[in-house]
């Protein structure tokens, strides 16, 4: 199995940033797909970015730009910068891990291992 904790959420103005740490224990991290997920109270969980074992990336329409997903396989952590901040970012995100995934890294049911959550506020 993979474990993973997320750390580094918090409450932050518009137009500032955070960065998010997804730390994980267990298998081989390098061998995994990881992902950022968040869901906001009341809606579903929305995909914000992956990067496959292979160091592809894609990220969700609505933070292009603005966020940066990376990995430090050497460490089995996932990061994910945040900059430029909007009062619609506020979610709990979570990272994901899987294999075999192919195309659609965007879809949280194929993912098998999930933290448990960090929250990011930001205010307007």
């Known amino acids: 199995q993979l474990q993973l904790v997320e750390s580094g959420g918090g409450l932050v103005q518009a137009g500032g940033s955070l960065r998010l740490s997804c730390a994980a224990s267990?298998?081989?991290?390098?061998?995994?797909?990881m992902a950022w997920f968040r869901q906001a109270p009341g809606k579903e969980r929305d995909f914000v970015g992956a990067?496959?074992?292979?160091?592809?990336?894609i990220y969700g329409d609505s933070v292009k730009g603005r966020f940066t997903i990376s990995r430090d396989n050497a460490k089995s952590t996932l990061y994910l910068q945040m900059n430029s901040l909007k009062p619609e970012d506020t979610a709990v995100y979570y990272c994901?891990?899987?294999?075999?995934?192919?195309?659609?890294?965007?879809?949280?049911?194929?993912?098998?291992?999930w933290g448990q959550g960090t929250q990011v506020t930001v205010s307007s």
């Open positions: 994901a891990g899987g294999v075999g995934l192919g195309i659609d890294l965007y879809k949280p049911t194929l993912y098998d291992y």
């Open positions: 267990g298998r081989a991290f390098s061998g995994y797909s």
């Open positions: 990067i496959t074992w292979r160091g592809r990336i």
